[in-house]
């Protein structure tokens, strides 16, 4: 659950937070003494005074009022935009409020996770955000290669889930986080090799299909598959049939990823293959008797990558046990 904004004016009426978020910070409530905390004053403020203008929170029109707003918004505040601690930041250095320690705030401004870090373009912070940076990707996919497209889809993913944003089908396909057809796959490698004039693309082509012929009838190796597709590019390119791209053939991502299916992402348990969820839905009781509480508290999070991150771990020993509870 996320937890509420709190400044001068919502949510600690009787400012006992206040005092005891003070309580440790050498020099902050002697410079609390001349803070504003009259709720009708502020409305009189212009939004500029408020580190988060829209919103009318954090004040730093005075150093007082900036050392309540730092005290409140790294203390017990979250998820605000990521401009709201770069104000609070440079407010803290005009004031030279060498008093406090402001680390939280520099770090919060600092880690901004965007879409395309490589470009530090496209944050995925906010709400508003991830919404912007999903139109944009979309819109401008076809200029970003294979990998770079489908880790900054992924990262778009991830981040629409904590921040509980809804995102289109294409964007999971886009991602590499659907399943694939094998069958889908095979006859649009079979209609490359038709559409190929040059002989050496027309057998790449046929081989890439015919290498698909053991394979199980749903992938699911997002790893491989990105690979997979990156080389269905190269060949495309080579071909000379990038030009039948969302007419005659769908891209090469769309290609692999070719069914609106989510992947689920699975965890080995001794050479069980079992999916994250089920393991994530264990009882605390089991993850005890094994001596992995952590994988308890990661589970009740309810990040996968992260649980699958930590699972993977694990000692083969532990997975044993682990096995015969699924």
Not at 75 to 81: A, C, D, E, R
Not at 142 to 149: H, P, V
Not at 209 to 215: D, M, N, P, V, W
């Amino acid at each position: 659950m996320k937890n509420p904004v709190i400044d001068q004016y919502h949510g600690d009426p009787t400012y006992a937070q206040l005092h005891t978020l003070s309580r440790d910070v050498p020099g902050a409530r002697e410079m609390l003494k001349t803070a504003s905390f009259d709720a009708e004053a502020a409305e009189q403020l212009p939004a500029t005074a408020f580190a988060w203008e829209d919103a009318r929170r954090f004040p730093v029109h005075t150093a007082a009022d900036t050392v309540a707003s730092v005290l409140y918004r790294t203390k017990v505040s979250s998820y605000v935009p990521i401009e709201v601690d770069q104000k609070l930041a440079i407010a803290a250095q005009i004031y030279e409020l060498t008093a406090l320690d402001f680390t939280t705030v520099k770090q919060a401004a600092a880690e901004v996770t965007y879409a395309l870090p490589e470009h530090k373009r496209l944050p995925l912070d906010t709400s508003e955000q991830i919404k912007l940076a999903e139109d944009v990707l979309c819109r401008d996919h076809k200029k970003l290669t294979i990998e770079t497209r489908a880790d900054a889809f992924s990262r778009l993913v991830k981040a629409a889930a904590q921040h509980d944003v809804e995102v289109r089908p294409f964007t999971y396909k886009m991602a590499g986080l659907t399943t694939c057809n094998n069958q889908i796959l095979k006859d649009w490698l079979d209609a490359r090799s038709e559409a190929a004039t040059d002989p050496l693309y027309k057998t790449a082509f046929t081989k890439l299909s015919s290498g698909l012929q053991r394979a199980g009838a749903e992938l699911s190796n997002r790893n491989d598959l990105v690979k997979l597709a990156s080389t269905i590019q190269q060949l495309d390119e080579g071909a000379g049939l990038t030009k039948y791209y969302d007419r005659k053939l769908p891209d090469p991502l769309q290609t692999v990823f070719n069914t609106e299916k989510v992947a689920e992402e699975m965890c080995d348990v001794a050479g069980k293959k079992v999916a994250c969820a089920k393991l994530m839905h264990l009882p605390d009781a089991i993850w005890e008797q094994i001596d992995a509480t952590e994988l308890s508290k990661i589970a009740e999070d309810g990040n996968v990558t992260e649980f699958k991150q930590a699972f993977d771990t694990l000692p083969l020993d532990l997975k044993v046990v682990l096995r015969s509870y699924v």
